[in-house]
């Protein structure tokens, strides 16, 4: 098992948190409107947008599985 770890500081959204929000997600074979359903569910990358490619990066990896 995967262990958590903080991918948005700002909003304190971790990696399971979009785990989470990826499971209310449809449509597994787009990335970009995966992270925009991940960012209105958690409100990731919407405080310094740092963590953007962060997300982008970890929305990747889980939809690849
Ligand atoms: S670290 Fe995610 S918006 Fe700042």
């Excluded at 098992?1 to 700002?10: P, R, S």
């Excluded at 209310?24 to 925009?36: G, I, M, P, Y």
Aim: net charge negative; with cysteine; hydrophobic share 40%.
């Amino acid at each position: 098992m995967k262990e958590n770890y903080m991918v948005c500081n700002c909003k304190q959204v971790s990696y399971f948190a979009i785990l989470d929000a990826l499971h209310e997600h449809e449509n597994f074979d787009n990335v970009l409107a995966a992270f925009e359903s991940v960012k209105e569910v958690t409100h990731c990358s919407t405080g310094c947008g740092g963590c953007h490619d962060k997300v982008m990066a970890v929305i990747s990896e889980l939809l690849s599985q």
